[in-house]
T-cell receptor, first 112, second 113 residues
């Protein structure tokens, strides 16, 4: 069965530092992958998506993600983190039945 | 274009009562999915509706039900509320059932006392 794993439950970075959030997927064919961000008490906002083609995907708010089939990964990156990026980040994929499968989330804390 | 709207945003109910939550998808979106989010269990899929038919269902008891109307608006109902039903209920819509991305509403915070 398809699955998504986010190995880091919490990550703390200093403002201005670079960020990489890890996501690993398991799926035989080319997966459809997404990153979402959730601020406390709010819904999820789509940051970026990968369907096919260029393996480096640009998203909103300065985020990007790289699809690496050899590593079964779709890690989210940002070169310079802002305090407003503090939130919870979810990696997701869709299954053959079109059901979304979410990772358990990574909570990002940004130090001033 | 307006986003996904959910009403009410906050709700307090007593154990044993029932509750109905509403979701209006983005105009033109025909698929609506519901999720329950709790600190302990994370994001859990409840069900998906497309063209007024339930297409996918998560592992929740029969107390959780939903429906979709011809205008794609959706409601979910929880009967005989339990304390453990306290959660943020999120609705998401997408254009169709393919691999298109989902867009989420702000959620309904349900507290059961």
């Amino acid at each position: 069965a398809q699955s998504v794993t986010q190995p880091d439950i919490h990550i703390t970075v200093s403002e201005g530092a670079s960020l990489e959030l890890r996501c690993n997927y398991s799926y035989g064919a080319t997966p459809y992958l997404f990153w979402y961000v959730q601020s406390p008490g709010q819904g999820l906002q789509l940051l970026l998506k990968y369907f096919s083609g260029d393996t480096l995907v640009q998203g909103i708010k300065g985020f990007e993600a790289e699809f690496k089939r050899s590593q079964s990964s779709f890690n989210l990156r940002k070169p310079s983190v802002h305090w407003s990026d503090a939130a919870e980040y979810f990696c997701a994929t869709t299954s053959g039945t079109y059901k979304y499968i979410f990772g358990t989330g990574t909570r990002l804390k940004v130090l001033a | 274009k307006a986003g996904v709207t959910q009403t009410p945003r906050y709700l307090i109910k007593t154990r044993g009562q029932q509750v109905t939550l509403s979701c209006s998808p983005i105009s033109g979106h025909r698929s609506v999915s519901w999720y329950q989010q709790t600190p302990g269990q994370g994001l859990q899929f409840l069900f998906e509706y497309f063209s007024e038919t339930q297409r996918n269902k998560g592992n929740f008891p029969g107390r959780f039900s939903g429906r979709q109307f011809s205008n794609s608006r959706s409601e979910m109902n929880v009967s005989t509320l339990e304390l453990g039903d306290s959660a943020l209920y999120l609705c998401a819509s997408r254009v169709d059932r393919g691999t298109s991305e989902q867009y989420f509403g702000p959620g309904t915070r349900l507290t059961v006392t």
